[in-house]
């Protein structure tokens, strides 16, 4: 799954994004929540979407 990940997001850095997946695979298995903080455009939501699909979920939809 790590692999996956990463091949999905070929655009950013390898370092970081290596640390990363890292980061939200180790807590997927240990079902803790996770805070992705960083700039905006960084993808941090294009990953927690590409994750869910992975695990074959859908995301949760926010009501209005």
């Known amino acids: 799954m790590r692999g ?3 091949d999905s997001f070929t655009g950013l850095f390898v370092e970081q ?14 079902r803790e929540n996770l805070l992705l903080i960083g700039a905006p455009g960084c993808a941090k939501t294009q990953i927690a979407l590409r994750t869910y699909q992975l695990l074959g979920l859908r995301p949760p939809r926010v009501s209005e």
């Open 4 to 6: 996956v990940l990463r």
């Open 17 to 30: 994004l290596g640390h990363l997946m890292d980061w939200v695979l180790a807590c997927l298995l240990a």
